[in-house]
């Protein structure tokens, strides 16, 4: 017996869920490239770039995904035999390292506390060592999808400055940007990197990078860089320069759409609803826990992030076989492992166009499979996410 008919809940972090507004604004005809409408969705969806990074900045769309744009980044300001200093919290910063190695730049990486995020005060220490004094750029993450960790990225830029240092502060904002403060100019970083599918709330196709202060005069210098990434390219004349070649229209259109929806909201109240549904899983999860089978990735509290929460399965047991039975009984997807937790524990995304209900039907899908293949598990988690809920809303 299942129950899985009707409509399914996608809760993996990215691609998530894409509002119907959103794709009904993909289901139009092919426009001109070079003049008209699609000179002005360009132009907005820019500025909606610019608004969500709170940069004054630069923005550029390449059709590609988070990966792509690590390469732009990389290409626009860093020359064969740079050094950059990886800052490791998971899976992703080590990835955007391992791109740079193949690039042809020297990679070191500090290596983080097991489950924890960042410590800003071995960023400085390392950054004092005499091999770090010709770092060009030190590479974070602000979400790590596979962790679940977050980072505090004003935290890590004072510790840069404490250090006396002038590398570049490249920020990898793909799990983060439209779900919790990322204050580009503010924090002073110098180039951040996003993709279309998490937070904003569209298909994944689109890699977008924002470049500041520093990052603009590295580019004069920056020997990796190609046609197809070059950010002077992308400032020629012509509307196609701007994607070096035929823009992904339906997908702008879409994303012109997914700004309207962000902004009507308000930032500080997508935010916010992010933070409470957060809550909610991290809620339940702490109650499941007491069944000493399930435990959260990220021993810390308030190191756990507002949009994916990784849980981790002890004793040798198979996160995988409680993520078939969500989808093939109840039609909920949840997250796998990835990295070195593949095959250890799952993931509950809270990101992009997610609502309670949502959240709620996820967490209940997963209880009701806990319970269905006794894994032992504290009683109640649901009832905890509700009450989360419930008092966040009546605040």
């Not at 959103?22 to 770039?49: E, F, K, S, W």
């Not at 500090?110 to 995020?117: C, D, S, T, V």
């Not at 756990?304 to 969500?326: A, Y």
């Not at 988690?381 to 009450?387: F, I, K, T, Y």
Request: proline share 4%.
């Amino acid at each position: 017996m299942t129950v899985h008919n009707g409509r399914k809940f996608l809760s993996i972090p990215g691609p998530t869920t894409v509002p119907d507004a959103v794709l009904n604004a993909m289901h139009q005809p092919a426009v001109d490239i070079y003049t008209g409408a699609l000179v002005d969705v360009t132009a907005r969806c820019q500025a909606g770039l610019k608004k969500v990074f709170a940069t004054a900045g630069r923005t550029y769309i390449y059709a590609c995904n988070g990966h792509g744009a690590w390469e732009a980044a990389l290409t626009n300001v860093l020359s064969r035999g740079d050094k950059v200093l990886v800052l490791e919290s998971g899976r992703f910063a080590v990835g955007w390292g391992e791109m740079a190695d193949v690039l042809g730049v020297e990679v070191l990486t500090l290596n983080a506390q097991p489950r924890r995020a960042v410590d800003p005060a071995t960023v400085t220490a390392r950054l004092q060592q005499a091999d770090a004094a010709d770092i060009k750029a030190v590479l974070v993450v602000q979400i790590d999808t596979a962790s679940g960790v977050v980072n505090d990225i004003p935290a890590i830029r004072a510790a840069i400055d404490a250090a006396g240092h002038d590398a570049l502060f490249m920020v990898d904002a793909i799990a983060s940007l439209g779900t919790m403060p990322f204050e580009m100019d503010a924090w002073r970083v110098d180039v951040a990197v996003t993709g279309s599918q998490k937070g904003l709330m569209m298909s994944p196709g689109l890699g977008f990078v924002a470049a500041a202060g520093k990052a603009l005069d590295a580019h004069e210098q920056a020997g990796l860089r190609t046609h197809y990434w070059d950010w002077t390219a992308r400032e020629g004349p012509e509307h196609y320069h701007k994607y070096c070649g035929t823009p992904p229209e339906h997908m702008l259109f879409g994303l012109d759409r997914a700004f309207d929806i962000l902004f009507e909201e308000g930032l500080e109240n997508v935010f916010r609803r992010h933070r409470i549904l957060a809550e909610a899983v991290q809620a339940a999860v702490e109650v499941w826990s007491r069944g000493q089978a399930l435990s959260f990735n990220i021993t810390e509290p308030d190191e756990r992030s507002p949009s994916v929460t990784t849980v981790l399965m002890d004793d040798g047991r198979d996160p995988n076989v409680l993520r078939k039975f969500c989808e093939d009984t109840c039609g909920v997807t949840l997250g796998s492992g990835i990295g070195d937790l593949s095959g250890k524990g799952f993931r509950i995304a809270h990101m992009g166009h997610v609502n309670a209900p949502m959240v709620l039907g996820t967490l209940g899908a997963t209880e009701v499979g806990l319970r269905t293949l006794e894994i032992p598990h504290g009683e109640g988690g649901v009832q905890a996410a509700v009450e989360v809920i419930a008092s966040k809303v009546a605040a």
